[in-house]
């Protein structure tokens, strides 16, 4: 079967007929939020089992038409990846751990019995977007563009089994802070409900596992939360994550712990960075099982110290509170902390070229 796999193959450029006035898009960058307004390409790739991965291709941005019956729409074979692009300080462009969302979306696709993508393939769409599209780099400080690369099943059937043709995907978007809060720390509301059970999804990125997230996140913002925490399904004690963040705790001897990746966890590439840096750093990292009623007694008596969130969009977010049914506490003086503050500035001074890269995780792509 035909098949791209390496960084020869060569994309179909077709520009946008009427691309966005500079004076609309200069405004946008001075004030793009987080996912509201999208670059004038995108880039497509069709996998069929006759051909293989085929069509790739940069077009204008726009609507994509599908069949009614196309299996993404009734049996929800979808997948997707979020990470960034940066510009540094000599003006080059570069990317941050683009291999790991490329293994990452494979993995994925494994579990939703999906085709997987050559990793150079993946990585030479993200170039080919941000090629096209580097004129869209925010203006603001810490700005970002946000890329998203996805894959949809498009085959027109209705019946239970995997689809037998796909398309590829990624889109940009101009991106500034995530939480739109101005809080110093977040405040979570722990969920009756559970996003995801040991066997099921829950290690996958797919769309199901967010769209199931939706109505405890709803009753989060409800009560004056910023986020949703969710326990695990069996016993109901253990910290799993966030809405879509890893999490982590620091403790007063110097340690950090986060839950470990037990198959109803993504494995956020974010939180295995951070993991890197903090032992970079000679701290004991551990990854561990860790219950709400431990996260209460540990606050209330300072051997906790700081909590903090993580992921490719919000990056690392402090946690100053914790509510649920049975009352709330705060986390140290309910702020950022020192530790939190000293590990956001590590790695985000790596990814935008301001420090040295001891990991390599730093790709230039222009």
Same mark, same amino acid.
């Given at each position: ?60 941005? =726009? ?68 090629? !096209? ?13 946000? *890329? ?10 209705? =019946?239970?089994?995997? /689809? ?39 290690? !996958? ?37 966030? =809405? ?9 001897? %110097? ?38 009623? #431990? ?6 008596? +300072? #051997? *906790? ?17 914790? /509510?649920?049914?049975? %009352? ?5 003086? +309910? =702020? ?31």
């Amino acid at each position: 079967m035909a098949t791209l796999a390496d960084s020869a193959t060569r994309f179909a450029h077709t520009p946008h007929p009427a691309p966005t006035p500079a004076a609309v898009r200069d405004e946008v960058l001075a004030n793009p939020g987080f996912g509201l307004r999208f670059t004038d390409h995108m880039v497509s790739i069709d996998w069929s089992e006759e051909a293989g991965w085929h069509n790739p291709a940069v077009l204008p941005y =726009g609507p994509i038409a599908l069949d009614p019956a196309a299996s993404v729409l009734h049996y929800a074979q979808e997948i997707f990846e979020g990470l960034k692009a940066y510009r540094h300080p000599d003006g080059s462009m570069a990317l941050f751990r683009p291999q790991a969302n490329a293994a990452r979306f494979n993995r994925s696709a494994r579990r939703l019995a999906m085709p997987e993508l050559p990793e150079e393939l993946f990585i030479q769409a993200i170039r080919e977007i941000v090629a !096209a599209d580097k004129d869209w780099f925010p203006t603001v400080e810490g700005g970002s563009l946000y *890329l998203r690369p996805f894959m949809i099943a498009t085959e027109a059937f209705l =019946g239970v089994r995997a /689809a037998k043709s796909y398309r590829f995907m990624v889109i940009a978007s101009p991106a500034g802070n995530y939480f739109k809060s101005g809080a110093p720390a977040v405040s979570l509301w722990v969920s009756d409900y559970t996003r995801a059970a040991p066997g099921g999804t829950g290690a !996958a990125k797919c769309g199901g596992n967010y769209a199931a997230s939706l109505v405890p996140t709803a009753e989060a913002f409800a009560r004056g939360h910023d986020q949703v925490l969710f326990l695990d399904a069996a016993e109901r004690k253990w910290i799993e994550e966030l =809405g879509g963040m890893n999490v982590f705790f620091a403790f007063a001897d %110097g340690s950090l712990l986060t839950p470990a990746l037990s198959g109803t966890i993504l494995e956020g590439v974010t939180r295995d960075s951070l993991i890197a840096l903090a032992r970079d750093e000679g701290l004991t990292v551990r990854e561990d099982k860790y219950s709400l009623d #431990q996260w209460r007694a540990d606050a209330a008596s +300072g #051997q *906790l110290v700081e909590a903090f969130a993580c992921g490719t969009a919000a990056v690392v977010t402090p946690i100053g509170k914790v /509510a649920g049914h049975d %009352g709330e506490f705060t986390i140290g003086s +309910g =702020g950022p902390g020192q530790l939190t503050g000293k590990l956001k500035a590590r790695l985000t001074a790596i990814q935008r070229g301001e420090a040295p890269d001891p990991h390599g995780w730093v790709m230039r792509i222009g």
